[in-house]
């Protein structure tokens, strides 16, 4: 357990000091508005919407993601947390917006081709309640997400 924390924290470190020496692209690019719009409608759509059948075409099989609050998680664990704690109650409903403001863009580039992508942005999570006015919960610090 000490050599996988050793490592996800080296790791978390090499990235956030890689997106300080590599150059972002620009915010009128082709490539920082198409993950602007993709992730504004991956998040709209799987998470704020719970439209799991999209967020399941889109998920890959093998993924490995990590949640602050409770580790590691698959595939099968991902969806299943999603639909207990995101889409089990309609009248109860956590929902997630970006702040525009804060996305940046870095690509990634093998021999001069790009191959992906990271993103880096802040957002807020809200609590959406049937007949009351939405409210902020927490803006979690320096998310990223690779495409």
């Not at 998470?47 to 075409?57: I, S």
Request: glycine share 6%; charged share 25%; proline share 4%.
């Amino acid at each position: 357990m000490k050599i996988t924390k050793f490592i996800i924290s080296h790791l978390m470190l090499t990235c956030v000091g890689l997106l300080q020496v590599c150059a972002q692209v620009g915010r009128d690019s082709e490539l920082f508005h198409t993950l602007k719009k993709q992730d504004s409608i991956f998040f709209a759509r799987g998470f704020n919407q719970c439209d799991l059948t999209y967020l399941e075409a889109r998920i890959a099989d093998d993924l490995k993601f990590y949640h602050d609050q409770s580790g590691f998680q698959d595939k099968t664990s991902f969806f299943e947390n999603t639909r207990k704690y995101i889409c089990s109650n309609p009248d109860i409903k956590p929902i997630r917006k970006v702040d525009g403001n804060s996305l940046e863009v870095f690509p990634l580039y093998n021999n001069g081709t790009l191959y992906g992508a990271i993103q880096k942005g802040k957002h807020d999570f809200y609590i959406r309640e049937k007949g009351k006015p939405m409210s902020k919960r927490a803006r979690p610090c320096l998310p990223m997400f690779g495409w």
